[in-house]
């Protein structure tokens, strides 16, 4: 599988931005997919998950409340809407592809088998 990011960039604290992912070379519909992220200095962080349909979605508590993730199976394509960006959202931000089941209830990055390139977040205060 193949996974491509964008969307990030440059956008002032309280701003919002939209992250996509699009996927190609697997049954997208049949996986979970989440997002991470890696500041500067810092391991890579768990930040979304969503279940195969999107009935089911899972946040890190840092983002609950400001961040959705969803997908379009149609358009093998996840998306991350961030909201209330603060400067420590700041970070590199990966999409994933994980397994054909159910989401775990504390996804971690050893939950996901493929990853994209990732695209920079960057928030000004």
């Known amino acids: 599988v193949q996974l491509q990011a964008s969307g990030g960039g440059l956008v002032q604290a309280g701003g919002s931005l939209r992250l996509s992912c699009a996927a190609s070379g697997r049954t997208f519909s049949s996986y979970f997919m989440g997002w991470f992220r890696q500041a500067p200095g810092k391991e890579r962080e768990f930040v979304a998950a969503i279940s195969w349909s999107g009935a089911r979605t899972y946040y890190a508590d840092s983002v609950k409340g400001r961040f959705t993730i969803s997908r379009d199976n149609a358009k093998n394509t996840v998306y991350l809407q961030m909201s209330s960006l603060k400067p420590e959202d700041m970070a590199i931000y990966y999409c994933?592809?994980?397994?054909?089941?159910?989401?775990?209830?504390?996804?971690?990055?050893?939950?996901?088998?493929?990853w994209g390139q990732g695209t920079l977040v960057t928030v000004s205060s």
């Open positions: 994933a592809q994980g397994g054909r089941r159910a989401v775990p209830m504390s996804p971690s990055a050893d939950d996901f088998a493929s």
